[in-house]
């Protein structure tokens, strides 16, 4: 199945700065899932865009043919680590076709917050 | 009224592991929620899709004619059931044009978290 | 501005059965959100979907010209109330182009939840 | 890149009316968070529609070329502050593409509730 648009945007990237969690499902992040129904492997770049600075990337993963992968921004770290507290914004770009969707667990406070938009396909 | 597309897909499908609460409306919760606006019986199948595995599906049930189902991944059970804390992703088909919502109640913790988003017309 | 569609659909409606906010302001709710950017008066006609008898409607209001109206569920009671702790979706349908968000409040444990997103323009 | 839409709208505008957290961060507030990945700076202004009076407007700031700005309705002043807890919806126009998202943040209870859509590209 060639599903989906190989373009996508976030405006709305944050990692909270502090969590009530400790184990990883309940760190507070922020992440994008992508689902590859290609039978090739998507090869994907991320761009990301500050409020003060100039963008940084791209940060590049391969997501298998006909697998998903949920990426935490938390965890980028080539070039640069993303920095928490910080408002950013991401372009995800492939060369095959992916759906992309944004969410974000919030756990600052004792009780956890979810939020979630598919990406706009650009 | 012939409304919606046929094809939808959700890129982050994921199961809390545990729940805070303890009756069937407040346990931890990944959905998809669909309206057949058709006159006509909406065939629909779910395939799964996995970050290290192949695809399993197809799911299968009905949405009536004129009616809406509330379907959550953590009860389907044929071809097998769909394993908590994992990371996963989905593609909805009908043979008749019908709209998909996906919604997660998380209460691992004691306050519940919601997250809603359209899913992706494909 | 003539901006948005003339019919949106949710399917995602369900009205949490209890509430820790005693106020109108956080007692729990599912709600649409709807703006009319047009210089003319929305006629604005919901119709609402079970999974297990036939469908409810029309629920009818105005929307005047260059106003939003944010109606709860909760509070529609012509041609009959919407049930609680019931699964729903519905079909919102306009004479003038409008646009329609969806959004759930829900206090039912102590710490409310909120979830939103655009309805599906069909 | 030339990625986005001229025109956005958000139907379900609101700020909730106090906090449990008293640092900005933790602030409860109504947001919209904006991508311009064009080489040219893009001039914003955004329109707010009420429920019982005219719309207010419009606010106008600029987000740099390459840039996103994570503005809150919350800080807005010119013309005239936005109220809290009170509905409103809003249009968001710009003289380059951009993408917007909409963001609230509500910490009225101890623990705080996330929801965030893509708006509409009208």
Redesign the interface.
Known sequence: ?N??HK?W??????IP?SS??TSR??VSHD?I???N?DVEDAHVQVTL????R??VGPYRFVVNA?????VRFNEFSDPEPVPH?T???S?IESDVPI????????????????????????
């Open positions: 199945m599903i989906g373009r945007v976030i405006a709305d990237g944050y700065p009530s969690g499902e309940l992440a899932c992508i689902l129904c865009f500050f409020s003060d100039e963008p006909l697998r998903t992968k949920h507290n408002d950013y914004a372009v759906v992309v969707q944004h969410t974000r667990l919030d756990s600052r406070q004792p009780a956890l917050a979810l939020m979630t938009t598919m990406a706009f396909p650009a």
